[in-house]
């Protein structure tokens, strides 16, 4: 199983940016899909999560209200249309599959990771 993510790049402060994660290869168990991020010389943390079934979306407070996740079944392709950005938005941005429920929020509960894209907000 492969991921892959794009759109990443450079934008200014208060501008939107639109990110995708395309999964491709074998079939697997698609039970959701999630969006985390990592700053240089921080850990890894989550920023959104979606469930293929219900719908369900989940966001870090951090981003609630400036971050929308979205997801076409068809394509197999999710979706994290971030708005309003922030400097400290900044961050390599991974995008992630999980075949079972369990804790959205935590890395440990995806089996497939895409490579991940840079996007920099300058201030």
């Known amino acids: ?3 892959q993510a794009s759109g990443g790049g450079l934008v200014q402060a208060g501008g939107s940016m639109r990110l995708s994660c395309a999964a491709s290869g074998r079939t697997f168990r698609r039970y959701g899909m999630g969006w985390f991020r990592q700053a240089l010389g921080k850990e890894r943390e ?5 469930i293929w079934s219900s719908g369900t979306t989940r966001y870090a407070d951090s981003v609630k209200g400036r971050f929308t996740i979205s997801g076409d079944n068809a394509k197999n392709t999710v979706y ?6 922030k400097p400290e938005d900044t961050a390599a941005y991974y995008c992630a599959a999980r075949s079972y429920s369990g804790t959205y929020y935590t890395t440990g509960s995806y089996d497939f990771w895409g490579q991940g894209t840079l996007v920099t907000v300058s201030s």
């Open 80 to 85: 994290l249309q971030m708005n309003r950005l």
């Open 46 to 50: 989550f920023v959104a999560a979606i």
């Open 1 to 3: 199983v492969q991921l």
